[in-house]
């Protein structure tokens, strides 16, 4: 049996999840209801046993767990139709373990479904959204979060990576067929735009939905599209994307939505702001260490209480990393719940053994983030006509 890893302490907290914040203890559950999206049942979970042989722990584990139109497009799969992949990154900074999640189960759908990915490097938005990042900062940024994506191991011949200011001229034309159909009253509502918005950012959200339609333009028929990614992008698909697929006669693209990995300290989901309780890829392996062990959990005050009282797993970050990527295997998971809740496992122990784990992980992550480097033109695809060229190929 797996626990599932909630935090169900004060759900009666407020919280925020937008495209740009994402505050507070997140009550999952509500969000669906908020953003209207499906929850991913066991006949979406029997369909991917039957697809491709077997349930991904993040599927088995609710990590990725709620969707729009999945069960459409595993069937249009199922029938014959393939679809691509779409997801992306806005580049602030260093790219920690939670921005992986979402990318590590992309990067398996491809090699499950053979699937093409298009990825979105947003410098533009987070110039726009950013008080202190310049543009050419932004821009660089994605080019060294591009090696975290080739570090994952994604095909180049299946995958397109572009970053919007350099790959304009393919995407505009798209975006400007969006933007006539969304006013500004609409984008007020749903992104909380104020007069005092730039005008960049109210634009921006068009670009985002682009490449829900962009293989569909650039190979001149209509594929399906699945978007993996945090379920704080929702608001793109929900108010733009779908909104306007049907009106330039494309299918309205599926997605997939995961939660957030928490953060080290007590509560909150990883965040680059907070950086001693997020671990980046980037980090040496002595800092990584430090972090894991300094992290917050849910043991008790004094060995002895622990030892009577158990610890509390489910509010623990040093639990729910193995939940998330540290602990594949259900049984051994189910075995470190039940040694930490029942007071055998110190917290000590626990962390000591995860943050071997963790540096092993990061220590082979920066190994292939150094080969990335020679890779780059064999995924970055050029603004040139027909829009899927890569440097690598000319
Ligand atoms: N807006 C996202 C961010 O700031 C980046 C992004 C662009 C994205 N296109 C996407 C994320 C598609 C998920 C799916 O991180």
Known sequence: MIHVAEDHQDSQE???????????????????????????????????QKLTGEIHPFLRRGIFYSHRDLDWILERYQAGEEFFLYTGRGPTGNVHLGH???????????????????????????????????????????????????????DPKKTFAFLDTDYMRTLYPIA?????????????????????????????????????????????????????????????????AREVAPKLGFYKPAQIHCKFMPGLGQGGKMSASEPDTAIFTTDPPKVVERKVMNSFTGGRKTVEEQRRLGAQADICPIYHYYYFLFEQNDSELGKIYDDCTSGR??????????????VEYVERHQEKREKAKELVDEFVVQDVKGGLRKKSES
């Open 100 to 154: 992986l999640i979402p990318w590590i189960f992309t990067k398996y759908l491809q090699d499950k479904f053979n699937a093409e990915l298009y990825f979105q490097y947003t410098d533009d938005e987070r110039f726009l959204y950013s008080d202190s990042s310049t543009l050419e900062e932004t821009h660089t940024t994605a080019y060294d979060n591009l090696l975290d994506l080739i570090a994952l191991g994604f």
């Open 176 to 240: 400007a067929k969006i933007s006539k159909h969304i006013t500004l009253s609409t984008a007020k509502s749903i992104f909380g735009f104020e007069n005092s918005t730039n005008l960049g950012l109210i634009f921006f959200p068009t670009l985002e939905a682009v490449p829900c339609f962009l293989p569909s333009v650039l190979k001149g028929k209509n594929i399906p599209c699945l978007i993996p990614a945090a379920i704080d992008q929702d608001p793109y698909w929900r108010g733009i």
């Open 345 to 358: 496992l110190l917290c000590g122990d626990c962390k000591h053994l995860l943050a071997s784990r963790v």
């Open 14 to 48: 407020e919280f925020t999840v937008t495209p740009w914040t994402v505050k507070g203890t997140i009550d999952y559950d509500k969000l669906i209801e908020k953003f209207g999206t499906t929850k991913i049942s066991q006949s979406i979970l029997k369909k991917f």
